[in-house]
């Protein structure tokens, strides 16, 4: 008997380009959502887009959010239903993206994404991270109904935000690299068609480097384009396997040892580069990692992280404990071939 199925969760409406947030009200009305919206944001985003966004409907109640934690998930399911809200509008970055993907969750209604920085793709994908204490809760959800990425609105965010939303899509490369690996060696299971979507928006990514510069928004346009797909990918898999491989172990271990030192998307680009060396050996293929992490002005070394080498070694040997993945990483690299790896590739 055949007995496969898959459920693919995906965004039904993307807008993206200059100016589209005006067009926020219509994409929800081709939603047929019921019921008033709730604006989840945080301070900077509320700043540069609440009143346009509450412009356009006739009765939003606004929650803003200084840090992503369970208890603003808590405070924006509350407000939800003191309001009756209808559905969710998550405006701005990681932080008020995550808690209103996870509130929508609880509420059990939908939620549109407006991002204000393309940091990273949680901002199109069905996973929501929260940091609790001294570690991160990687929780499944639905992806949002409608995205509305503005490049007017993302190109005026701080630089760094968009080279780290390029590392996590150069990221992709290792991340589809172990998912093989796992396939391979574990039999976990594989799909080809959102591997190779991975792949391909790296790739895509990469070949556009050269016009991914400050104050233009085209970069705004490509770095979005490909955070999209890769969020694709992630609703394909049903997981995040295509986008989330040993790099992220790295770069959520380095959440739980030296928090809140460099932004996610930087992490992950440098684990990438280690991670890298580990799949294909001294001659193999980080040195186009790291060149193209250096073509974008994302970081390639720990220094640039801003984090010291002890912890660097410290991360990429106790990485493997984050979570039942199986990546490269095995049951984990010893002390002296972390200081290798990191010391050939230059991160340290
Ligand atoms: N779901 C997933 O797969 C993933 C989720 N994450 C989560 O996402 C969060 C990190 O993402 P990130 O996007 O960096 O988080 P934030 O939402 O914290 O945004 C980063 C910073 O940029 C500011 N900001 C946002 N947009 C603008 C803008 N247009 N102009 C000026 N400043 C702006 C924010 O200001 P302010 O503080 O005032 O709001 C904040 O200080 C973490 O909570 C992390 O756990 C990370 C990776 C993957
Ligand atoms: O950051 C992600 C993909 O880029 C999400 O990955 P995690 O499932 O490791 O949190
Ligand atoms: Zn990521």
């Known amino acids: 008997m055949f007995d496969k199925s898959t459920w693919i969760k995906l965004p039904r409406n993307v807008l993206q380009g200059h100016g589209v947030l005006d067009d926020l009200a219509d994409a929800v009305a081709d939603l047929y959502l019921s019921g008033d919206p709730l604006l989840v944001t945080s301070p900077s985003p509320e ?11 006739d009765n939003v109640a ?13 405070r924006v399911v ?28 609880e509420l059990d ?6 991002p204000t920085a393309a940091s990273h793709d949680g901002i199109v994908s069905g ?9 991160r809760h990687s929780v499944a959800a639905d992806p949002p109904l409608a995205v509305v990425a503005d490049t007017e609105l993302l190109a005026e965010s701080p630089w760094e935000l968009t080279t780290a939303g390029c590392a996590d899509i ?5 991340a589809v690299k172990d998912w093989e690996l796992a396939h391979r060696l574990k039999n976990v299971e594989y799909s080809e068609y959102a591997g190779a979507l991975s792949q391909m928006t790296a790739e895509m990514l990469v070949q556009s480097a050269d016009s991914i510069k400050p104050g ?24 995040s396997r ?11 271990q380095l959440d739980r040892i030296a928090p809140n030192r460099a932004l996610h998307g930087h992490q992950v680009g440098v684990g990438s580069i280690l991670t890298e060396y580990f799949h294909s050996g001294p001659r193999g293929e980080w040195q186009d990692i790291r060149d193209a992490l250096s073509t974008v002005g994302a970081p390639t070394t720990a220094n640039e992280l801003g984090i010291d080498d002890e912890t660097v070694i410290d991360a990429l040997t106790t990485a493997h404990e984050i979570r039942d993945r199986y990546t490269i990483l095995g049951d984990g690299v010893s002390e002296d071939a972390a200081i290798e790896a990191a010391t050939i590739t230059g991160v340290i």
Request: proline letters at 3%.
């Open 47 to 57: 700043r540069i887009a609440g009143d346009r966004v509450r412009a356009q409907f």
């Open 62 to 74: 606004t929650v803003s959010l200084d840090r992503a934690s369970f208890e603003s998930v808590e």
């Open 78 to 105: 509350e407000v939800g239903r003191e309001h009756d809200a209808g559905y969710l509008i998550a405006l701005g970055g990681g932080k008020p993206i995550d808690v209103a993907k996870m509130a929508s969750d």
């Open 109 to 114: 209604c939908g939620f549109v994404s407006v």
């Open 127 to 135: 996973r929501s991270s929260i940091p609790e204490g001294d570690t």
């Open 170 to 174: 150069i990221s992709n490369y290792t």
């Open 216 to 239: 233009l928004e085209e970069s705004a346009w490509i770095v979005t384009k490909a955070l999209v797909s890769s969020g694709v990918a992630m609703s394909i898999a049903g997981s």
């Open 242 to 252: 295509p986008a989330s491989g040993a790099e992220h172990l790295f770069s959520h």
